[in-house]
């Protein structure tokens, strides 16, 4: 689903950088401790969240860093009952497989900004001008770490722009 009036409230805000922009990812910087390395959790301690893409807008063409220039991913993330809650961890997001090589994703663990179980998230990322952009097809893993950086079984979704 496409919500075209989020890039008609976009164009009314002079070109800024995209935090500017009033768009919130619903998301920080995850901090691991200080020399923490990655281990797998023991088995059922930390479980896997459900993750779901909820909107593809690609961008508009316009300067990089400008709402205009960035496209928006949104996915629904929902974090299952269990030890810990969605405070206390941070999501690792992995892209496998891609058709085109656009950075959407963090390449550090990040933490959800929420009051409950569920968030949307944002994903933005510079996006090419409408005539030279490209289908957007990757298949993403997504971990939950704790802070002492074990990591939780991985999940999978599919992003596909060519899907409606």
């Not at 995209?18 to 200080?34: I, R, Y």
């Not at 990655?38 to 593809?56: F, G, N, Q, W, Y």
């Not at 390449?107 to 005539?131: C, G, H, T």
Request: aromatic content about 8%; proline content about 8%.
């Amino acid at each position: 689903m496409k919500h075209w009036w989020l890039w008609g409230l976009c164009a009314l805000l002079p070109a800024q950088g995209v935090q500017a922009c009033g768009l919130s990812t619903h998301m920080a910087p995850f901090e691991l401790q200080a020399g923490a390395t990655p281990t797998d959790a023991p088995e059922d301690s930390l479980r896997a969240p459900e993750l779901k893409v909820t909107e593809i807008t690609r961008g508009l063409g316009g300067m990089a860093g400008t709402c205009d220039g960035s496209g928006l991913l949104g996915v629904r993330l929902e974090w299952p009952r269990g030890d810990y809650g969605l405070e206390d961890i941070g999501f690792e997001f992995r892209v496998v497989s891609a058709d085109t090589a656009y950075a959407v994703f963090p390449a550090e663990p990040v933490r959800v900004i929420s009051n409950s179980r569920r968030a949307e998230l944002l994903f933005l990322w510079p996006d090419d001008a409408p005539a030279q952009q490209k289908p957007l097809r990757m298949e993403v893993e997504v971990r939950a770490v704790t802070r002492d950086y074990r990591r939780g079984p991985p999940v999978r979704f599919t992003v596909d722009s060519t899907e409606d």
